[in-house]
Nanobody, 116 residues
Framework: QVQLVESGGGLVQPGGSLRLSCAAS????????MGWYRQAPGKQRELVAR???????NYAVSVKGRFTISREYAKNTVHLQMNSLKSEDTAVYYC??????????WGQGTQVTVSS
């Protein structure tokens, strides 16, 4: 069982930055993929970024070049640095951890609102 706790969401003006963090506890291993999904009102949940190991990262086209995902293996923590935020980035952001085979674990979500 893996527990995930997100932090760092909030209200920011367009063009601003936020850093999301996700702390994992329980039976998590370095082989797990970790990352972030987001869900805006009335829209489907979409993958924002994921990190499989220190050298393999994937990003949604809409955030590439603006967001950076990183992972601290010693602390079982993953971060999402979000720069040049736009109103369309407004959503609830969910952290997840995915084993090679098995059940995906999810955090409770953190709200990010980009508005002037």
């Amino acid at each position: 069982q893996v527990q995930l706790v997100e932090s760092g969401g909030g209200l920011v003006q367009p063009g601003g930055s936020l850093r999301l963090s996700c702390a994992a506890s329980g039976s998590i291993f370095s082989s797990y993929a970790m990352g972030w999904y987001r869900q805006a009102p009335g829209k489907q949940r979409e993958l924002v970024a994921r990190i499989i190991n220190a050298s393999i990262t994937n990003y949604a086209v809409s955030v590439k070049g603006r967001f950076t995902i990183s992972r601290e293996y010693a602390k079982n923590t993953v971060h999402l640095q979000m720069n040049s935020l736009k109103s369309e980035d407004t959503a609830v952001y969910y952290c997840y951890a995915e084993p090679i085979s098995g059940t995906v674990s999810w955090g409770q979500g953190t709200q990010v609102t980009v508005s002037s």
